[in-house]
């Protein structure tokens, strides 16, 4: 009797791939934000990334959280280099160029606080 693993075949048709809705095709050598799970946020060039969203980030920063306020992320940065950025930690890329910070619609007269 010779051992021979069932559900093996190279029949790839009854799993067709799924297309990715992240188009990071279009980001290549370009620079990136990234928003981690945690709150980290970076900011690099993307240089690589595969289907479970690993990121290749080069000449990346940090930003860096205000020490009164760990919510906040503030101007000041950290120079990281060249990282890779887990998939798993990944919850948001955007191209930098035509981004913008705007005021938060949900917020309630409470800014003055």
Not at 4 to 16: G, L, R, Y
Not at 38 to 50: A, F, K, N
């Amino acid at each position: 009797n010779t051992f021979q693993p069932k559900n093996m075949s190279s029949n790839k048709s009854t799993n067709p791939k799924k297309d990715s809705i992240l188009e990071l095709a279009k980001m290549m050598d370009a620079t990136v934000r990234v928003k981690c799970s945690g709150g980290r946020e970076l900011q690099g060039i993307l240089r690589g990334y595969d289907e479970l969203v690993n990121l290749v980030l080069d000449d990346c920063d940090e930003f860096l959280r205000d020490p009164e306020d760990s919510e906040k992320v503030t101007d000041q940065t950290r120079r990281l280099g060249l990282v890779v950025v887990r998939g798993t930690q990944v919850s948001l890329v955007s191209p930098q160029e035509g981004v913008e910070e705007i005021a938060n619609p949900f917020l309630v007269g409470d800014e003055d606080e």
